[in-house]
């Protein structure tokens, strides 16, 4: 044999291992894709009725608020009404009842028979009446003390 046959010889053989290799690397690539195809039609079949669901899941969504803008259009019609009653009845009767009111406020005051001048439920000061308790202090009759002046008193 000669330096040349050794050399083709060498040469077929690097040539049959790498056919070898790219005939394993084409079969894995197979069965990747035979594995991929397989995946993509099940997530399809997976998804299809997904899909159905989220879509009535919207449809029945869009509903529910196209039934909370009603609602909530009816409760703003309600809220303008309630308002323009309210401002009507203070119309109606808030000026007629301040005007009894002050009427009967003068009657009391024209007869003398209202304290409306005094406050705190003092009696008037003609009306008081003092005493004398014999322990130096006066007490005004009709007129409560303080809590805080009665315990400084009794210390």
């Known amino acids: 044999m000669s330096g040349v046959e050794v050399a ?25 894709l035979r594995a991929t195809t397989k995946l993509v039609s ?33 409760v703003q019609e309600v809220t303008s009404n309630a308002s323009a009653l309210s401002s009507t009845v203070a119309t109606a009767f808030g000026g007629p009842l301040v005007k ?9 005051k024209a007869l ?20 004398s308790d014999g322990g130096g202090r006066t007490v005004i009759v009709g007129r409560t003390v303080p809590a805080a002046r009665r315990r400084k008193q009794k210390d």
């Open 112 to 131: 003398g028979k209202g304290d409306a001048g005094t406050s705190g439920g003092v009696p008037p000061k003609a009306s008081r009446r003092t005493r």
């Open 42 to 74: 099940e997530v399809t079949d997976q998804a299809v009725p997904l899909l159905a669901d989220a879509s009535s899941t919207v449809r029945s969504a869009r509903t529910q608020l196209d039934r909370v803008d009603a609602i909530a259009s009816d």
């Open 8 to 32: 083709g010889i060498i040469v077929a053989v690097f040539w049959a291992i790498l056919i070898s290799f790219l005939a394993v690397a084409l079969v894995r690539l197979a069965q990747v």
């Open 100 to 108: 009894v009111a002050a009427f009967g406020y003068g009657v009391r």
